[in-house]
Nanobody
Framework: QLQLVESGGGSVQAGGSLRLSCAASGRTFSGYAMAWFRRAPGKERELVAAINWSGIITYYHDSVKGRFTISRDNTKNTGQLQMNSLKPEETAIYYC????????????????WGQGTQVTVSS
């Protein structure tokens, strides 16, 4: 069973930056595609960014392209989401997720989830 634990959330003013981290344990992380989702108050959960098992292929939601960067370090079993130029509407709980998958179609169902970390962006 793969376990995921997020860290790095917090409060920041609009235009600021945060870096989220996801620590994986229990399985060989390199066998999993990884993603970051978010759920804002009153909204459905949405896929923000995803990265394939090797780190070569990435996906970004249109609203974060050019501002967010997803990465991973399989030697350390960690994943990261660098978020720049944050907007108040991006206030949400951010979740790390993973799926045992070796392909490149990253918009898919993810099976393993962290507990989430709160990101609050004030105007």
């Amino acid at each position: 069973q793969l376990q995921l634990v997020e860290s790095g959330g917090g409060s920041v003013q609009a235009g600021g930056s945060l870096r989220l981290s996801c620590a994986a344990s229990g399985r060989t992380f390199s066998g999993y595609a990884m993603a970051w989702f978010r759920r804002a108050p009153g909204k459905e959960r949405e896929l923000v960014a995803a990265i394939n098992w090797s780190g070569i292929i990435t996906y970004y939601h249109d609203s974060v392209k050019g501002r967010f960067t997803i990465s991973r370090d399989n030697t350390k079993n960690t994943g990261q989401l660098q978020m720049n130029s944050l907007k108040p509407e991006e206030t949400a709980i951010y979740y790390c997720a993973a799926v045992s998958y070796a392909g490149n179609n990253l918009v898919r169902t993810y099976d393993y989830w962290g507990q989430g970390t709160q990101v609050t962006v004030s105007s």
